[in-house]
């Protein structure tokens, strides 16, 4: 007498989920497979017919009727199996690696590989990248940092900070900067071929120099727009100069705020104020220069402008700056201060939170 097949039943919300998985095009093929002969037993074909279907026997249809009758959708996955075991235990392998990450490297190296690691440890290579990529340590990328130690920190990023978030009305929040030594370099560029067949921006290794300039820029919190000034020294009557030609196109008694550095020429500067009673300077905590917004915009122009371009004179290099400030601002827009918390002096040791 032939067996009878598991009768299914199915609720909504799994019929959906099935339906999903049978269309899926990132799950596991294997998956979206049986999904499908899922669907087809509850649309009330044999499992003969649904083999034929699918390529498959109809034991293999049997069984995969019977896991979803018992277990749902989680009867489609593969159970849990055993295999060999691991060589190295991952917790106590992971504990060694980072333990050993703390270490000084042997002598000759600057810092740790994966090789070395799996030497210094007798393991083989694969199981250090495994517990590497695992805990997202990636040995070669490196980031800087700076580290401000100014005592009064919290008060003055709190002041600047301030002045982001909640400007004083009816005043004006300029960020105030230079970019000291942009060279004007002369070289072949151009697009080339790499030997995997890529096509990339090419440099010639060689350039000539034809000078430097100095550019200062002030950047209106309000409206993201820049005013600029070149000049071919950064002293501090060249600092002054650049102030007078701001303050000349701001109506006169409005107040002015102004974020600095804490550079030489940007001190030193009383007689300056005394002159321009309505000009009022706010300086960043030391070693926290990345507090002016105005760096944003310097960094914008080093992709866009500076970077691998080709200048025949300092004439040449200047014109392409104004260029791009012209183009700039006819779309500005004001940066907004995302960053929720800042602190001067704290560093967090990962490699040691990971080990506890």
């Not at 989680?74 to 295999?83: N, T, V």
């Not at 050993?100 to 590989?113: F, M, Q, V």
Request: proline content about 5%; hydrophobic content about 35%.
């Amino acid at each position: 007498m032939p067996r009878v097949a598991v009768s299914l039943q199915c609720e909504p919300s799994v019929l959906r989920e099935l339906e999903r998985l049978s269309r899926s095009r990132t799950d596991e093929a294997r998956l979206v497979e049986r999904a499908q002969i899922i669907l087809a037993c509850l649309s009330g074909k044999r499992n003969n017919e649904v083999a034929v279907e699918h390529s498959t026997q109809p034991t293999t249809v049997g069984t995969w009727r019977k896991r979803f009758a018992e277990q749902g959708l989680a009867g489609l996955h593969d159970q849990a199996r055993s295999g060999k075991p691991p060589k190295y235990p991952a917790a106590e392998l992971k504990q060694r690696i980072l333990a050993k990450l703390e270490e000084t490297p042997p002598p000759g190296l600057a810092t740790w590989d994966g090789g070395t690691l799996a030497k210094e440890l007798a393991v083989s290579d694969d199981a250090v990248w495994r517990i590497l990529r695992k805990e997202g340590i990636q040995l070669r990328r490196r980031r800087s940092w700076c580290v401000s130690t100014d005592p009064e920190f919290a008060t003055k990023s709190t002041d600047i900070i301030g002045l982001y978030l909640a400007p004083p009305q009816k005043a004006l929040v300029l960020c105030v900067d230079e970019k000291p030594s942009i060279q004007a370099l002369e070289r072949t560029t151009g697009y080339v071929q790499t030997s995997s067949g890529k096509i990339v921006r090419g440099l010639k290794s060689t350039y000539r120099r034809h000078g430097t300039i100095n550019l200062f820029a002030a950047l209106n919190v309000a409206s993201g727009t820049i005013q600029t000034k070149t000049t071919v020294e950064k002293k501090r009557p060249d600092f002054q100069l650049f102030m007078n030609d701001i303050v000349a196109t701001i109506p006169e008694g409005k107040e002015i705020h102004v974020i600095l550095d804490n550079y030489c020429t940007h001190k030193k500067n009383d007689a300056w104020l005394a002159e321009h009673p309505n000009v009022h300077f706010h300086y960043t905590p030391t070693s926290a220069s990345w507090l002016n917004q105005v760096e944003i915009w310097f960094g914008i122009l080093g992709r866009k402008t500076l970077s691998g371009a080709s200048f025949a004179s300092t004439e040449q290099l200047v014109q392409a700056i104004e260029n791009f400030v012209t183009r700039y601002n006819e779309s500005a827009s004001p940066f907004v201060w995302r960053k929720r918390e800042v602190k001067g002096s704290q560093l967090r040791n990962t490699i040691a939170n990971l080990c506890n």
